[in-house]
RNA sequence: CGGGCUGUGGCUUAGUUUGGUCUAGAGCGCUCGGCUGGGGGCCGAGAGAUCGGGAGUUCAAAUCUCCCCAGCCCGACCA
């Protein structure tokens, strides 16, 4: 019954494993340029369903879609020293265009808080006027010297959003709303990744912010895997680039600004979050194809049969491909495999005689026949338990290799397979050089019933500690 | 940027040590035909490589020498 090994299993070489996923799953290829990245069409269909359902509830939370320039000039990033620090090693710049030299080098955007501070300032004249909240999709880059496909490459694709506030708490709640109400809601209930939230340590934080929230999800190998951040960034941008508004008092003050992304990166978190030995699992609420119709052979009684199914699954809301049959059975069926779709419904002639079909659900391989009137509701029932089953076991297998732990030398230990939780108290700058020492990182820090704290200084907080991607 | 290594059809690679038997072989993939068909099925016929690039040594170079280029693995940052 156990088909051959299309894949390196996970067990044998998990990287491998991942590569052998992205290609035979047809999800993205090496561009030309090292680093670069070549999205196919899969791939695409699975970042589209990621931006609609992120995209939704940025705007449930208010903000708006804009574009800004990917070439902004040099001189931007010089104004924020820290941010300057922090992105000066990967910035790919411009010094030569329309044949000659350029008087000014012009920088391929990495991220956009410097020209959407400039045009902030602009914009912003009156307390009226806040908060002004905005978000783009865009590409990116950030010269990588070890690429890996969607996990990170030279040129990626994310949605960077970008607010001005009146006051730190508006600024501050506004940020832990997007990390709760955007990213982690759909992590939790689309993308069935049941990530840590909390706050990144001072060394972790985004270069020019005040505090970074962040959502971590534990991939298959036990790693973490950034998920999305949001930042405060303070008045740090404000006063950069001279983001003021006048109060109601008349007074002139500087706005407090957010920014808060999540890239195609995601897209790696899914392979690594839920695949198996057979390939991707894709969620179904994440599913760009939710059960794909494999037509057991090419014979009209069972396309015409074939046909009939997708149409009665569309009108019950399922999306759905049709396999019409050509080639052998078993390879199609492991190329759907691969590809993670989360229901296969086959239709056989045997299946017919019985005005039966038979759905295998892709995360457990359970078979279930069932009557073609009944299809439509048994398929979006399963779709449901599958849904729920995939959050559940990526819970259990987070909480099984998640350790507490006292010391740093047991943290570094647990850090090997999983990841160890410890009393922040206990780690302190020097454990934190130790365990970056040893490629061991501080994820977040969280508070001991695992909400996110408002800064580091809270008591009693613990830290989520792991090796990372 | 420092250290280790590799470049041979689309992919994985044999051949390089010891130059000639290489008109470069195979597996996968691809094309065509047939048989098949409920887990990568079988048979047959094909297409596809100026052996990373350049220079050199030699009667003779995938193989030896030099230079260049590209990529991979390991060490400091990042969504």
């Known amino acids: 019954m156990a088909s051959p090994n299309a894949l390196t299993s996970q067990s044998e070489d998990f990287p491998r494993w991942y590569q052998d996923v992205v290609a035979k799953a047809e999800m993205a290829d090496n561009g030309p340029v090292r680093g670069t990245m070549v999205i196919r069409p899969y791939g695409y269909a699975l970042w589209e369903r990621i931006q609609a359902e992120i995209d939704a509830r940025i705007k449930a939370a208010g903000a708006q879609n804009a574009y800004f320039p990917l070439f902004i000039p040099q001189s931007y990033f010089a104004r924020e020293a820290e941010h300057v620090e922090g992105f000066s ?79 730190y708490e508006d600024a501050a709640a506004y940020a832990m709303r997007i990390h709760l109400e955007v990213y982690h809601d759909f992590l939790v209930n689309v993308m069935a990744v049941p990530a840590y939230v909390g706050i990144k340590s001072p060394r972790e934080r985004f270069a020019g912010a005040i505090n970074s929230l962040t ?28 983001i003021v508004y006048q109060s109601e008092a008349g007074q002139s003050e500087l706005c407090h600004t957010t920014s808060w992304g999540a890239s195609t990166r995601l897209v790696g978190g899914l392979i690594m979050a839920h695949g198996d030995d057979r390939g991707l699992v894709v969620p179904p609420r994440l599913a760009p194809i939710q059960a794909v119709i494999v037509a057991v052979r090419d014979e ?21 491909s049709v396999d019409r049959g ?16 989360p229901l296969r419904v086959e239709v056989g002639p045997r299946d017919l005689a019985n005005g039966v079909v038979t759905v295998v659900r892709r995360d457990d391989g359970s078979k279930h026949v069932v009557t073609l009137e009944a299809l439509p509701s048994r398929a979006t029932e399963l779709l449901a338990q599958m849904q729920t089953a995939l959050l559940e076991g990526a819970r259990a ?25 410890i009393a922040w108290d206990q780690v302190g700058d020097s454990g934190e050089a130790r365990l970056n020492d040893l490629a061991v990182s501080v994820r ?26």
Not at 326 to 341: A, C, L, N
Not at 400 to 409: E, K, Y
């Open 89 to 167: 090693p990967e910035l790919a710049v411009v010094t030569y265009a329309g044949g000659e030299e350029l008087s000014e080098p012009v920088v391929v955007r990495p991220t956009s808080e410097t020209v959407i501070g400039e045009f902030m300032a602009k914009w912003i004249q009156s307390h009226r006027d806040l908060p002004l909240l905005l978000n783009q999709w865009a590409n990116v880059v950030r010269w990588e010297l070890r690429p890996r496909l969607f996990l990170r490459s030279s040129e990626f694709l994310w949605q960077e959003g970008h607010t001005a506030h009146v006051s």
């Open 215 to 242: 959502c971590e999800g534990m991939m298959r190998d036990g790693k973490a895997l950034q998920m999305s951040t949001s930042h405060e960034l303070g008045q740090n941008f404000a006063r950069a680039f001279n």
């Open 300 to 320: 009209p009684a069972v396309l015409d049969a074939c046909a009939a199914i997708d149409a009665a699954l569309r009108a019950g809301g399922v999306t759905t």
């Open 326 to 341: 050509r080639g052998s059975f078993g390879r199609r069926v492991t190329d759907w495999e691969i590809k993670g779709v």
């Open 397 to 421: 297998r987070r909480d099984a290799a998640t350790a507490d732990v006292t010391s740093i030398d047991d943290a570094i230990e647990a850090a090997q397979t999983g990841f160890a939780r």
């Open 444 to 469: 977040c820090i969280q508070r001991a019933d695992g909400s996110t704290p408002v800064s580091p200084n809270e008591a009693d907080l613990v830290a989520i500690v792991a090796k990372s991607y």
